[in-house]
């Protein structure tokens, strides 16, 4: 599963289709591109934890977001793997989101992305 978190054209498959670009290394930039509903969008970020094969956490911004590049309106998302039983439990969680209105749309956003993720998983 670690793979398919940290290896772009993995990522571009379950992940709405972004490009992504890092060097997969604890201070590192991480940048997705893509195209959404016809517009050009840019999320990037810096890796805080790199800990292979169990953690990755790291800063979120949107260009669509609508708030300014500052620190105060990066997201952290912490990606943890544990193994469970003979198999892999992946656990997303993001911390300051600006609203209610963003959470949900993020919980949304998350439900159809692990979900082709772990179609990715199952189909090898």
Do not use: C
């Amino acid at each position: 599963m670690w793979a398919a978190l940290t290896t772009p054209e993995l990522i571009k498959q379950w992940f709405f289709g972004v490009d992504t670009e890092s060097d997969w290394t604890a201070g590192s930039p991480i940048v997705s591109r893509s195209e959404w509903q016809g517009e050009s969008r840019v999320d990037k970020g810096v890796i805080l934890t790199m800990e292979p094969p169990h953690l990755l956490v790291h800063t979120h911004w949107s260009d669509r977001s609508g708030l300014p590049d500052r620190p105060e309106s990066y997201q952290e998302v912490t990606w943890r793997l544990e193994e469970r039983g003979g198999s892999t439990a992946l656990t997303v969680s993001e911390r300051n989101l600006p609203s209610e209105e963003a959470k949900a749309i993020s919980h949304q956003g998350w439900g159809v992305a692990l979900t082709a993720l772990k179609s990715l998983l199952e189909s090898g």
